[in-house]
């Protein structure tokens, strides 16, 4: 069974950081690519990076300079660095996981993880 925790999320004024990380567990992770989603209040879904298993990158318009998207097969982790954080950031951010890049970045992951609270807010 494929968990995912995501942990690091927080508040934090307009300019500053945060790393958002994630833990699997239950799947091959070298196998998987990874992604981050973020939910905004009133909004849908959306992909705001995503790392093939041999670690290419694909990142929003939005966020691209400022977010970077990594991981580290022998932990089984996944982050996302947060800089330059802006209000329109603010938004429950979640973990993913999929077999198929394509699915991944097509919005429709077959792994979720339970979400993190990022608020960017003076």
């Known amino acids: 069974q494929v968990q995912l925790v995501e942990s690091g999320g927080g508040l934090v004024q307009p300019g500053g950081s945060l790393r958002l990380s994630c833990a699997a567990s239950?799947?091959?992770?070298?196998?998987?690519?990874m992604g981050w989603y973020r939910q905004a209040p009133g909004k849908q879904r959306e992909l705001v990076a995503a790392?093939?298993?041999?670690?290419?990158?694909n990142y929003a318009e939005a966020v691209k300079g400022r977010f970077t998207i990594s991981r580290d097969n022998a932990k089984k982790m996944v982050y996302l660095q947060m800089n330059s954080l802006k209000p329109e950031d603010t938004a429950i951010y979640y973990c993913?996981?999929?077999?198929?890049?394509?699915?991944?970045?097509?919005?429709?992951?077959?792994?979720w993880g339970q979400g993190t609270q990022v608020t960017v807010s003076s």
């Open positions: 790392i093939t298993r041999g670690g290419l990158t």
């Open positions: 993913t996981a999929d077999l198929a890049w394509t699915t991944i970045v097509r919005g429709a992951p077959g792994s």
């Open positions: 239950g799947i091959i992770f070298s196998l998987y690519a």
